[in-house]
């Protein structure tokens, strides 16, 4: 049920009319190739009837986004149970007017048990088209915000240089630039940051705690927990595999793979806003 309340995006104008003519093809395609309801006993010209249910399809989705579009604006934030409704609805309404079209065509009677079997069906189908296409769309969208990260500014950071403090009597603290960290990894009794140094990948084990490093680094927020043994530097994303459930990160030139946890999921959407 959580993921239904979280935010969904506002589809923008492209996609939309994309995602007609997706639902336009798909329509024609499955007339003309499969050839349901009986089409492959009609004798007329195939190809145009099914580009008539084709255009019937552009045109309902046409309708229904310009009818949706104001909803967007009302209803803030939108969330994936919104967007899942606004595309069982869709749906719906485009096999309701293919169903008149295809009586029109084949002359069958407008009968109300077989419409009320027809919304039937049709109600199973928009149920799975509706999960797949939300969830798809949805899968893209924090693929797109994650990869935001890959352009965020290292600017305003380039003259810092911070301290990762080795807890032992003898230790020798870690200084660096920030830019140059990559990530931080717990073992056992110690973390091993890896970084940078004269274009190289470098890594040194500090006796200390990744508690303790965060607390050192408290004041940036680049530098952002992923995992229970891992910190990261977001500045220094360079590739991002994954979804909801959880994501996988490199950075830098470290061919690591960094990854994030499903419990951090919900954490890192909510910094990137």
């Known amino acids: 049920m959580s993921i239904l309340t979280r935010k969904y995006p506002f589809t923008q104008s492209s996609h939309w009319l994309r995602d ?6 798909v329509v024609f395609l499955i007339m003309y190739l499969l050839q349901p309801f009986g089409f492959s006993m009609y004798q007329g010209n195939k190809l145009l009837v099914s580009l008539l249910f084709g255009a ?9 986004g310009l009818a949706v579009r104001p909803l967007h604006q ?20 485009i096999g309701i007017c293919n169903f008149f079209a295809l009586s029109f065509v084949f002359h069958y009677p407008i009968r109300f048990d077989i419409f009320l079997l027809f919304l039937y069906w049709t109600l199973i189908v928009s149920v799975f088209v ?16 994650l990869e935001t990260l890959l352009d965020k500014t290292t600017e ?8 990762i403090h080795d807890t032992t009597v003898r230790g020798n603290d870690l200084q660096l630039p920030i830019n140059n960290l990559l990530y931080i990894e717990a073992q056992k ?27 050192d680094l408290k004041d940036y927020e680049n530098v952002f927990q992923c995992h229970r043994s891992f910190v990261i ?30 419990t951090y999921v919900p954490k890192l959407r909510s910094f990137l806003g």
């Open 74 to 93: 009302r209803i803030s934030p939108w969330r994936v149970w919104h967007e899942a409704l606004s595309v069982l609805t869709m749906i719906l309404f």
């Open 20 to 25: 007609c003519a997706v639902y336009c093809t």
């Open 56 to 64: 019937i399809t552009f045109g309902c989705c046409v309708v229904f």
């Open 233 to 262: 530097n977001l500045n220094n994303i360079t590739s991002a595999q994954g979804n909801s459930n959880g994501y996988q990160l490199k950075l830098g030139r470290s061919n690591s793979i960094v990854p994030v946890s499903r």
């Open 156 to 163: 305003q950071q380039t003259d810092i240089v911070v301290t």
């Open 130 to 145: 509706a999960v797949c296409s939300v969830g798809i769309n949805y899968h893209r969208y924090l693929r797109n915000q």
């Open 189 to 215: 009794n110690n973390v091993a940051v890896s970084y940078e140094r004269e274009g190289k990948v470098a890594t040194i084990e500090l006796h200390t705690t990744l508690a303790a490093v965060l607390d």
